[in-house]
């Protein structure tokens, strides 16, 4: 049984690193063929396709046909494929689901011949989330550093019309000398509109690759000025000045609640420190938890608790403006 055992955990830790490899490998040549051609899907979803000739585009959501028209059945892989897009990987969505269920599946199995139910359960499920989870933090963390250079791809943009280029020109020269993920971004709109599609829908695509507020502004600002006219040099000279005007507040409102995130801190981390302290100083008072059988059961309750309390200690304690 135990050589049985072992074998198994063998077979599923092989096929997990070679799925992992897989997953996070290039996808070839056709990567830019894709992107470009997504612009014109998300184009057409919308209703707005002016080309005549309908393109061929790939709108494969994993490597696998199988998978592929499995999820194609639903409305999540759309916006799921979106999400690891703002994230600025070029991992396909499917390989990543496949992941999170090749961790789960190698956790169950190591787990349950260690720990009773529970625990192998809830094993498997934080293991399973953790590539969700290195998503979300690279997504965040690539949005935060648009926000950041933003003010300043607006500022030259400005200079390049006050100049005298026109205003493609200018998102050219935004996608040359900005940094990353600016230039990456505007060299994609760039192109969008190089291939032919019309300025509106090429700001729309920019719209939902970059969710935030500021580049909202943006759009929309750029589209009343084509419709009504006006200056568009003062336009995104106020809207820079109104953006750095945002990050001067949203800084101070961190000064004035940092006494609130330590408080959260503390008391996030106060039950797993009371839990290994009493397990240092009193092992006998503690061991009733782990040797009862109702313990185990209090202890993933509490863990449950924990979480959701600490996740909703967080959001309150960070503001946003």
Partial sequence: MALLSALLTFVVAMGISLLIWFSFGADGGQELIRRRLDAVQRTERRGNL????QLVRDEMWSGLPALNRLVLRWSWPTRFKDFVMQAGMKTRPGKIVLTCVGLAVLAFVITKPLYSFPAPVFVAGIMGVLPLVYVAVKRRSRLKRFEEYFPEALDLLNRAIRAGHAFTTGLGMIATEAPEPIAGEFRTTFEEQN???????????????????????????????????????????NLAHVIRDRFRIYREV?????????????????????IFGLRLVNPHYMNVLFQDPIGPWLLWGAAGLQIAGSALLWKIVHIEV
């Fill in 195 to 237: 291939f032919g599609l019309p300025l509106r829908d090429v700001l729309q695509n920019l719209c939902d690759r970059v969710p935030l507020i500021d580049v909202r502004f943006f759009v929309t600002a750029l589209m009343i000025q084509k419709e009504t006219g006006g200056n568009l040099s003062e336009i995104l000279d």
């Fill in 254 to 274: 961190r000064v004035k609640s940092a006494h609130g995130r330590l408080t959260a801190g503390i008391l996030m981390a106060m039950p797993l420190v009371m």
């Fill in 50 to 53: 002016g080309l005549g000739a």
